[in-house]
Structure formats: structure tokens, C-alpha cells
């Protein structure tokens, strides 16, 4: 079993900077991919990023591309989710989850966080 846990949410203004954590443990964790997925309110859940288990290949969504970073420190198995520039309609609840690939599609992943808050308002 694989236990993902999200943190770094909160609420900042637009043209702000925030980053997301995702703490993973549970065996072979760094042999994972990980993907970060978000849903706002009244839509559908929408992929964002993902990184392959290795980090040296990533793959994000057109709307976040050029503002979003993901990465991984496999010593720490933790990913992260560095935000820049945010929008308004980046708001939404972030998921973390651990994957076969770096897929785009939210079938590919097997264990989910719970998520964590982000908003962003003046």
C-alpha cells in the first residue's frame, strides 16, 4: 500500500508564486511516476503535471505549461509542484498521485491524496 499526502495549499493573489509538496511512503515509492491533477468547483477533475520516476521526463497540461514546474527528490520521495504566475482559474483543489508513466490520464494512477487547497484571489 501507498500512502500520498498533499500540503502547501492556501490562498494567494493573482501573479503569485506557491508550492505544493507530495509526501509519498510505502514500498518502492521512487520507482513511481507522479501526477498532479486538480478540480474546481463544478468541473471535472483536469490533469496538470506529471514526472516520470526517474525525473528526467515531465510532461504538463497546455494551460500550465511555462508557470508550473514539477519535480522529485526520490531521497525524500516527495514531489513538488512549483506554481508561478497564477491565475484565478488555477483555483482548485491539487492532487498527488503515484502512476505507471507520466500520463495524462487519471486512470493511470493507482494511489490518491486527498488534496489540498489552493486559491487564488485578490
Known amino acids: 500500500q501507498v500512502q500520498v499526502i498533499e500540503s502547501g495549499g492556501g490562498l494567494v493573489q493573482p501573479g503569485g508564486s506557491l508550492s505544493l509538496s507530495c509526501a509519498a511512503s510505502g514500498r518502492a515509492v521512487s520507482t513511481y511516476a507522479m501526477g498532479w491533477f486538480r478540480q474546481a468547483p463544478g468541473k471535472a477533475r483536469e490533469f496538470v503535471a506529471a514526472i516520470n520516476w526517474s525525473g528526467d521526463i515531465t510532461n504538463y497540461a497546455d494551460s500550465v505549461r511555462g508557470r508550473f514546474t514539477i519535480s522529485r527528490d526520490n531521497a525524500k520521495s516527495t514531489v513538488y509542484l512549483r506554481m508561478n504566475s497564477l491565475k484565478p482559474e488555477d483555483t482548485a483543489i491539487y492532487y498527488c498521485?503515484?502512476?505507471?508513466?507520466?500520463?495524462?490520464?487519471?486512470?493511470?494512477?493507482?494511489?490518491w491524496g486527498q488534496g489540498t487547497q489552493v486559491t487564488v484571489s485578490s
Open positions: 498521485a503515484t502512476g505507471r508513466g507520466p500520463s495524462i490520464q487519471g486512470a493511470s494512477y493507482d494511489f
